[in-house]
């Protein structure tokens, strides 16, 4: 048997201009009263593939990622990117903190960028 893939992999940065409007968007739509929140995010984290644009949250770059509460969804949304992956982004929570913003593709290829904000619907 392989290597299990960790849940996530050490990456340390602030958010990058994509990331932030990503935020924004999903934040105005879903969960207004947060959106202050959004200026205190920092990346600290992001999946353990290596691959795919799923980062994990801190409020500072020397946090931890929260990984081991039970998770919530803020928001949930689907867009085809610009390689025509179709991409669910959903934005998570967990204790109460903005912990994740997650890439998945319902459709299996790998993901290697967000589908435009243009492009996002509500998931059913």
Not at 58 to 68: I, N, V, Y
Not at 93 to 114: F, H, K, M, Q, V
Request: net charge negative; hydrophobic share 40%.
């Amino acid at each position: 048997m392989g290597e299990r893939m960790p849940y996530c992999i050490p990456h340390r940065r602030e958010l990058t201009g994509e990331e932030r409007s990503l935020l924004a968007f999903l934040l105005q739509r879903e969960a207004s009263s947060r959106i202050a929140e959004l200026a205190s995010l920092k990346v600290v984290a992001r999946c353990g593939c290596g691959k795919c644009p799923t980062v994990l949250f801190g409020e500072t770059l020397a946090a931890e990622p929260l990984t081991g509460s039970p998770m919530v969804e803020v928001a949930s949304y689907r867009g085809r990117n610009a390689e025509g992956v179709a991409v669910g982004v959903v934005l998570i929570e967990r204790n109460g903190r903005l912990a994740e913003l997650e890439a998945w593709s319902p459709e299996g290829p790998d993901i290697t960028a967000w589908p435009p904000i243009s492009a996002l619907e509500r998931s059913q």
